[in-house]
Structures are given as structure tokens and as C-alpha cells.
């Protein structure tokens, strides 16, 4: 869909534009093994029982509770049960089995002592301590049950859920693609970072490796980069490459409309369809996207420190739509207090740097667009609306994680 560009769009205006354009790449099948971070295309259900028979909740004595509770207390050792074990061992009302954590419960055992209440010697365990209510097994699917859902289309299986993924014992998963990302920053005065010093007048590019850190973190595959001289030839060919092998092509820096801003014109000679270019917002005006065909591509200011905010408000959402994570899946904005108090906003939406300060949060004093040294400690972004007031101290507003 082509969608008529308006210049200096509101910023609500251009995520609605923006999650317009975006559709979930296609699925494919993986491996297990394969799926950390990876996103659910289908749900996982359980393919077995969780436990998959009566097991052993605590190291201790394996005996049968209905005996223990009528009185016995004397049984006669008759083996030790590991977890993995095959239950093989002699069974009758007077026996136990010593058994560990994970073990199967032997035939007609239901209760298992904990080893501080009993005294063990010449080959009997004598119950030195009353029982107790907890019978410490863990019952067959007491976990969960094979065919039971375990995981929803659109998890994102991060530690805590790989571990439920693993355990279902699917060896096949369906899952999102990943987005593929390309990224191009341009500009005559930069070099790659580390090889500044060796030239007279440059200076390190200090943007495209957080930029690629970013993408990672948000769900991206890093497809290459290529810092580019301020030419339209150089960008233009940096580009081809991308609308062969990606899906997504960030380009930092040419954003605006100065004589030497090549972005753009380099990319309308390859047939880009522009978006939106332009929205009022402070740090970020210059930012735009448009199509390539398939491919996305997102322009952001050269100045580090609001290239940074741009792609968090808009290439991380872009990611995660793409990935299957949904668009506000990046979005997660909350209210917080002010550590202290805040001036009124200028005529366009401010995104300001700040840190969490305890429970509060405090607006860092330096908001410089080309300030880099403030991003270091700065782990929010404040919203303040266009013409909004000054807030007093403990005044609550809307913060999102940077």
C-alpha cells in the first residue's frame, strides 16, 4: 500500500502509518535445539506427561503412607531408586527404598520421608519425627499433560520459556522468520570507529554498531553494513545490495534536505515509495520511511543521541511487528513520577533522556541531539506532548525503557 506523504506528521500519525505497512514475515520449521529467542509461529503442546510417572519431590525413603499413618515405624531398606531408574525394587508393606529427587515412586509407594526424620542403621530406617501433610511426590501430569497447550503463536522464547518448550519434548517447532537488516550511515567526515585518529579531519562512526546492537536485542539477523561517502552513486549500490538479501534497510544519517543529503534521491532512483519524511518530534524531524518493494527502509539524523531515540520509537516496533511480536510489543509505555520538576515543552512532542532514580525518574539536564556522553546513563525516554505545561516534582508521566 502507497501512502501519500505529508510533511511534519504527528507522531501518532506516523506509527499508524508505519504499523500499516507491516505484515509478519513468513514461518518456517526449526529444530528445538534452535529456538532460543526465536518467536512461536503455532503453539507448543505437550507432546508427553510432565512428570511422566510418580516421582520422588525430595531426597528421602520411599514407604506406603496408609502403613506409616497407622503406626509402622520401622521399614526395612531394601534398594535406592536414582531419578532415571526403572521402579524394579521388592516390594511389600515393611520395605522402603531409599530414593533421590526425580525418582520414580516404586510400585504401591506413595509417600516418600525426608532423610532428617529418620534414623537409618544396619539396614532400617527407623521415623524419628511425626509425618508430615506434604507427601512430597509429585503425581503423574501434575505438570502438565501431553496435548495440553503450553505456549501461545507470538511467545517469544526467552529463557523461561525455552525451558517450557524444551520440556514439552516437541522436536519441531514452527516459528517466525527473522527479519534480515542492512544497514548504510553516510557521511564524508566519518570513519569506522577505531581508525579516526590515523586521518586528520574524521571522525569515528559512532553509530552504526549500537545500531546493530539494537537490532539484535529487538529480533533481528545483521545481514552487513557499509559506511558510505556522501554520494548518491555509493548509496545507491549499498542499497541494491539490501533489496536482494534483507528485509529491512536502515540508513543513518543524509536524512534532511541539505545539498549533500543523498538518501533519498539515491533510493527514488531504485523505485522507493515514500511514506511519511518529516515528523514533528524533538530530537528525530528528519526521520522517514518508505518501500523498496518488499524491502522497508528507515531513515534516520546522522547525530547519534537522536538516531538512537528514532530507532527505539520506530525500528524496534518495526522489528518486532515483522518478527511476529506484534508492533506495540516495543511500545511498552508505563507512568512514573518526577524526581524533579519539568519545563513546559516546546511546539513539538519532546522525547527526553532520563534515568530510573529509585521509584522516580529524572530527566537528564544535557538533551542535545549530537550529545553523546549522556547516553551512557540514560535508560528512559521521557514523552512530553507538543504545548504541554511545566510539571512539578512527583507530577507522573509517560516513560518507556531505552
Not at 506409616?68 to 531408586?81: D, I, K, P, Y
Not at 509425618?131 to 511426590?137: E, I, K, M, Q, W
Not at 545481514?223 to 549500490?237: K, V
Not at 540508513?251 to 515509495?273: H, K, N, T, V
Request: charged share 20%; net charge neutral; aromatic share 4%.
Amino acid at each position: 500500500m502507497t501512502v501519500a506523504c505529508v510533511a511534519t506528521i504527528t507522531f501518532d500519525t506516523a506509527h499508524e502509518i508505519l504499523r500499516s505497512q507491516i505484515d509478519p514475515l513468513g514461518t518456517e520449521p526449526l529444530p528445538i535445539r534452535d529456538g532460543a529467542l526465536r518467536v512461536l509461529a503455532e503453539p507448543i503442546k505437550a507432546h508427553i506427561d510432565s512428570p511422566r510417572t510418580d516421582v520422588a519431590a525430595m531426597d528421602g525413603f520411599a514407604v506406603e503412607d496408609a502403613v506409616a499413618q497407622a503406626g509402622r515405624r520401622e521399614f526395612n531398606l531394601v534398594g535406592t531408586s536414582y531419578a532415571g531408574d526403572a521402579s524394579g525394587h521388592e516390594n511389600s508393606p515393611e520395605t522402603t527404598v531409599r530414593i533421590m529427587t526425580g525418582a520414580p515412586i516404586p510400585q504401591s509407594k506413595d509417600r516418600v520421608i525426608p532423610f532428617e526424620l529418620v534414623e537409618e542403621r544396619d539396614g532400617v530406617i527407623r521415623l524419628m519425627h511425626p509425618l508430615s501433610a506434604n507427601l512430597h511426590v509429585r503425581s503423574k501430569g501434575s505438570g502438565f499433560n501431553a496435548g495440553q497447550p503450553l505456549l501461545a503463536a507470538g511467545t517469544l522464547l526467552d529463557t523461561g520459556r525455552l525451558i517450557v518448550a524444551a520440556a514439552s519434548d516437541q522436536p519441531i517447532i514452527r516459528v517466525y522468520k527473522r527479519p534480515r537488516i542492512r544497514f548504510i550511515t553516510s557521511g564524508d567526515e566519518l570513519a569506522p570507529a577505531g581508525s579516526a585518529a590515523a586521518t586528520n579531519t574524521r571522525i569515528p562512526d559512532s553509530l552504526t554498531l549500537p545500531l546493530q546492537l539494537m537490532a539484535k536485542q529487538w529480533g533481528a539477523d545483521l545481514i552487513g553494513a557499509t559506511l558510505a561517502s556522501d554520494n548518491i552513486d555509493a548509496i545507491r549500490s549499498a542499497a541494491t545490495m539490501a533489496g536482494r538479501d534483507s528485509d529491512v534497510l536502515v540508513i543513518a544519517g543524509g536524512a534532511s534536505y541539505g545539498d549533500r543529503d543523498f538518501a533519498r534521491p539515491a533510493l527514488r532512483m531504485l523505485g522507493l515509495e515514500i511514506s511519511f519524511a518529516g515528523i514533528a518530534i524533538k530530537p528525530g524531524k528528519p526521520v522517514w520511511y518508505g518501500r523498496l518493494g518488499n524491502l522497508h527502509v528507515l531513515g534516520l539524523p546522522g547525530n547519534p543521541a537522536a538516531a538512537m531515540t528514532v530507532a527505539r520509537l520506530f525500528l524496534a516496533p518495526l522489528l518486532c511487528a515483522l518478527s511476529g511480536r506484534g508492533f506495540d510489543t516495543a511500545l511498552n509505555w508505563r507512568e512514573m513520577p518526577l524526581a524533579a520538576s519539568a519545563v513546559a515543552a516546546g511546539s513539538r512532542e519532546m522525547f527526553l533522556y532520563a534515568r530510573l532514580d529509585g521509584d522516580r525518574v529524572d530527566i537528564l539536564s544535557r538533551q542535545s541531539a549530537s550529545a553523546q556522553l549522556p547516553l551512557v546513563s540514560a535508560n528512559l525516554l521521557v514523552r512530553r506532548t507538543a504545548d504541554s505545561p511545566a510539571l512539578p516534582a512527583n507530577s507522573l508521566v509517560p516513560v518507556l525503557d531505552f
